[in-house]
C-alpha cells in the first residue's frame, strides 16, 4: 500500500487523460469524484489510488482511504482541473472497471428483472435510470452497442452512487442479447409508442426484461419485432411521448408494485 504523498507528474497524467472514453476503455478505469460518491464505494470494489485537494487534505481524515489504497495530494489548482464541476469538494477516486459475464447474471437470476437500453444517448437519461433500477432492486441494466459512456462523468453523477450497486453490461449486441434471454425464458417488454398492452396488463411476476430506445429514435424495427410484447403507457394528456428515464421508471415500478403488493 502507497501512502499518501505528493502528486506526481505521471498520476497528474494519468487523471487527466482519464477524462476521454478512449483512454477510460484503453486503461480499464474510471473517476469517481466527490465525498458522497467516493463513499458509496463498496469495499469489495478495486480502487487504484485516491487523490485529494490539499485544502481537502488540511481539513479531513485521509486514514479511512489509506487503509484501502494508495493515495496522492495535489495542489487545488491542479486538483481544479481534474474536476467536471465548479465547485470540486478535492476527492476523487480511480476505480477499476467491473466487468460482468451474461450468463452468471441470468442464470444467478432466474425470476429476474432487466432492463434493456438501446442506442441510449443522453447521460442524464442513463444515470436516472441505472438509480431507478437500484431503488426498484431491478438485477442488472444492459447498455447496447452505441449508447453513451457508462463511465462518462454525468452518467456517474446522475446514479448518485447507483452504478456501484446494479451490474452494468455495456456493449451489448441487442440480437444476441434478446436471443440470449428467449433462451433463458425470460419475456420482453418493448416500450413502444405501437404498442398494443400497457403494462398493467401485463405479467410482470414473472422473469421480465424491459427494452428502452434511443431518446429521438424509439427502437430499432429489428429490435422490437424480436420482442414478445409491444407495450404502451397511458398518456391521456397532450403529450406524445415520456422522456426516456421516466417511461423506464414507470414500467419498473410497475413490476415492483406487481412483485411486492399482491
Request: with cysteine; charged share 25%; proline share 3%.
Amino acid at each position: 500500500m502507497i501512502m499518501t504523498q505528493k502528486g506526481t507528474n505521471k498520476i497528474y497524467k494519468q487523471i487527466k487523460a482519464l477524462k476521454e472514453r478512449k483512454n477510460r476503455d484503453k486503461e480499464g478505469l474510471f473517476i469517481a469524484e466527490g465525498l458522497r460518491f467516493v463513499n458509496e464505494i463498496p469495499y469489495d470494489w478495486n480502487i487504484e489510488y485516491y487523490a485529494f485537494s490539499e485544502s481537502f487534505a488540511e481539513y479531513n481524515d485521509l486514514t479511512l482511504y489509506e487503509k484501502r489504497s494508495g493515495s496522492y495530494i495535489f495542489e487545488d489548482r491542479l486538483f481544479k482541473e481534474f474536476s467536471e464541476t465548479n465547485s470540486p469538494q478535492g476527492i476523487l477516486a480511480v476505480c477499476v472497471q467491473k466487468k460482468h459475464i451474461f450468463e452468471d447474471i441470468i442464470e444467478k437470476n432466474k425470476n429476474g428483472l432487466f432492463v434493456i437500453a438501446e442506442e441510449l444517448n443522453d447521460p442524464g437519461n442513463l444515470g436516472t435510470i441505472i438509480r431507478t433500477a437500484d431503488a426498484c432492486a431491478v438485477d442488472a441494466v444492459f447498455l447496447s452497442k452505441g449508447s453513451v459512456d457508462l463511465y462518462n462523468g454525468k452518467v456517474l453523477r446522475s446514479t448518485m452512487g447507483s452504478v456501484f450497486h446494479v451490474p452494468v453490461l455495456v456493449e451489448i449486441d441487442m440480437e444476441n442479447c434478446i436471443d440470449k434471454f428467449k433462451k433463458a425464458g425470460i419475456t420482453l417488454y418493448a416500450a413502444h409508442l405501437h404498442g398494443t398492452k400497457t403494462p398493467y396488463e401485463c405479467s410482470l411476476k414473472e422473469p421480465s426484461a424491459f427494452v428502452i430506445g434511443n431518446e429521438a429514435r424509439g427502437l430499432t424495427e429489428n429490435t422490437s419485432s424480436k420482442c414478445d410484447c409491444l407495450i404502451k403507457i397511458p398518456m391521456p394528456g397532450m403529450a406524445e411521448s415520456l422522456n426516456a428515464s421516466v417511461a423506464a421508471a414507470v414500467l419498473m415500478y410497475e413490476a415492483v408494485r406487481q412483485r411486492l403488493y399482491k
